[in-house]
């Protein structure tokens, strides 16, 4: 079975930065789309960011201009850079990734475990 791991993330004052890190590990021959999510108490889970195999990336509305979502095929691994950093940032912070195994047809999609970020006003 694929595994996300993620790190990077924290507590920082309103207005700073961190950079959530996310590897892919497993038997992968390929992984196609890479995000993140969050989801805080009480709330549902809701995409921050998205980003293709080719490079193609999406963001949600509230995060457009401050987060940088990338990727590094060779390492497979996705990165969020969270920058202006707001108190309604905070929420538990999610990999996810679809991703394929050698001798499998169909990608799996598969989940992080979460990497808490909590901000301060």
């Known amino acids: 079975q694929p595994q996300l791991v993620e790190s990077g993330g924290g507590l920082v004052q309103a207005g700073g930065s961190l950079r959530l890190s996310c590897v892919a590990s497993?038997?992968?021959?390929?992984?196609?789309?890479m995000g993140w999510y969050r989801q805080d108490r009480g709330k549902q889970r809701e995409l921050v960011a998205g980003i293709s195999s080719r490079g193609s990336t999406k963001y949600a509305d509230s995060v457009k201009g401050r987060f940088t979502i990338s990727r590094d095929n060779a390492k497979n691994t996705v990165y969020l850079q969270m920058n202006s950093l707001k108190p309604e940032d905070t929420a538990v912070y999610f990999c996810?990734?679809?991703?394929?195994?050698?001798?499998?047809?169909?990608?799996?999609?598969?989940w992080g475990q979460g990497t808490q970020v909590t901000v301060s006003s």
């Open positions: 996810n990734a679809d991703i394929v195994l050698y001798g499998s047809s169909w990608p799996a999609v598969t």
């Open positions: 497993g038997n992968i021959f390929s992984i196609n789309d």
